[in-house]
């Protein structure tokens, strides 16, 4: 493919598209408001207000009675829900933003795809491979009619562009291997003993929602606004930690410039040992995708808590970037954060000049405001957002299948097409969850 052309396609496929002022008319004119549910009021809800003020917010859902007043002091004439699964009959609705505890997300996704409502889910998709496959597959089949989103804000950010750019149109020779990582470190030695009882305005039980129940104990509540899940996204039964969290961010990058769709045909990982209720702090894996129309077959690996891939250069400190991805090439290294890259190309090639710059005129167009891009899609679903729930949806599956892999301590052989583990009964086992009685996904 020759580049102009791979550039015309990549734009499309990326979901890059703007919405130029007075395109649209009529019912789907971005002037009509959305009717919005906004599940989940405080935190990262809140930071959703400003994208939300233009539309219509005809419903607010939160397990804390005081953050659904919160809220209310922002959107007063929404109806007022503590139950989501009541919220979402309400049938005035078009559209869902959700911003509870991961555990949930699921579940919130799949019942608004069957209610055809446009959802934004914030980050991860979901916390199991069965659930990512089952979402994804759903929205699928009701792409051309529904707009979602997974809140990976950053990848806003100009700079993803920019690294797409450089490594699709060769800065580092045939690309070969991907890596990304994360620092963050929050040990936890088990769930916490039952301390208290949950506060008259707080619905535990409907936080617990679909999984195992554990007793309250008000630690798992105690972080500030948009990092109370800080506290409780570590237990595996309410979170994926790191993989989840940061690494729906940082793997992003990776993504968005190397892969975009696909799923690993292979699968191994190691780190600390294993803690049944606890997800690791320190951990690696490394899997295979095969090739896709414009690159060859790549290695994927991620690495978090303290382990990190080997720097291409010992005056690189890989370590002073938190959170970063690094690709290689048969003719170099790119090096990148969410706001900054740098190239390393191999001594021979130090030059670059076999590196054919695009000009400026055909560079990649900014996402612009992240949230409104979504918004923008819900009223033409024509337009494509940046990350749809296929997009997330194999990106969170592939790192799910990563921890799957680390608490079985094998190499897996992975069938993407069934979802299935082909050598290993016991992961094949670990790809779905249970849960709590009078909880159903595909409600």
Not at 12 to 38: E, H, M, Q, R, T
Not at 198 to 223: C, Q, V
Not at 339 to 351: M, S
Request: glycine share 10%.
């Amino acid at each position: 493919m020759q580049r102009r052309d791979f550039l015309k396609t990549s734009a499309a496929g990326a979901g890059l598209l703007i919405l130029p002022s007075g395109v649209l008319s009529g019912a789907s004119a971005p002037s009509n408001k959305l009717n919005v549910a906004l599940i989940g009021t405080w935190g990262r809800g809140e930071a959703h207000f400003g994208a939300l003020q233009d539309e219509n917010v005809v419903a607010l859902c939160d397990v804390d009675e005081q953050h659904l007043e919160f809220g209310a002091k922002r959107f007063p004439k929404a109806k007022k829900y503590v139950d989501w699964r009541k919220c979402l009959d309400q049938k005035d609705i078009d559209a869902v933003v959700c911003c509870t505890a991961d555990h949930t997300h699921a579940f919130i996704a799949n019942w608004s795809l069957n209610r055809n409502l446009h959802c934004y889910m914030e980050k991860p998709l979901a916390i199991s491979v069965k659930e990512a496959r089952l979402v994804r597959a759903h929205w699928l089949r009701k792409k051309d009619k529904i707009a979602t989103q997974v809140g990976m804000q950053r990848h806003a950010y100009p700079n993803f562009n920019r690294v797409q750019e450089l490594i699709r149109d060769g800065a580092i020779g045939k690309l070969t291997d991907v890596y990304a990582w994360g620092n963050r470190k929050i040990p936890r030695p088990g769930y916490l003993p039952a301390e208290g009882e949950p506060p008259a305005h707080f619905h535990y039980d409907l936080w617990i929602g679909p999984s195992p129940f554990h007793p309250y104990n008000p630690g798992y509540f105690s972080g500030g606004p948009g990092m109370n899940c800080l506290q409780w996204n570590m237990y595996w039964d309410f979170g994926t930690g790191q993989i989840g969290d940061m690494g729906s961010h940082t793997m992003d990058i990776v993504w968005d410039a190397a892969v975009t769709s696909g799923l690993p045909t292979t699968m191994e990982a190691k780190g600390e040992p294993f803690n049944p209720e606890v997800t690791p702090v320190e951990m690696e894996f490394h899997c295979r995708l095969p090739s896709n129309d414009w690159r060859g077959e790549i290695g994927v690996h991620w690495y978090q808590g303290g382990a990190m891939p080997r720097s291409p250069r010992d005056w690189v400190d890989l370590n002073k970037i938190g959170h970063g991805a690094m690709f290689k090439g048969t003719k170099g290294y790119l090096i990148s954060d969410f706001t900054g890259r740098l190239v390393i190309p191999f001594g021979d090639d130090a030059d670059m000049s076999y590196y054919d710059r695009r000009p400026k005129d055909q560079m990649l167009p900014d996402v612009g405001h992240f949230q409104k891009e979504w918004i923008n899609a819900c009223k033409n679903p024509s337009l494509k957002t940046s990350c749809d729930f296929d997009y997330s949806g194999t990106m969170i599956e592939t790192m799910l299948l990563g921890l799957v892999a680390y608490r079985v301590g094998k190499k897996l052989e992975y069938d993407a097409a069934t979802g299935q583990v082909r050598n290993c009964p016991e992961a094949d086992e670990l790809l779905g969850r249970k849960y709590r009685q009078g909880w159903t996904l595909d409600g």
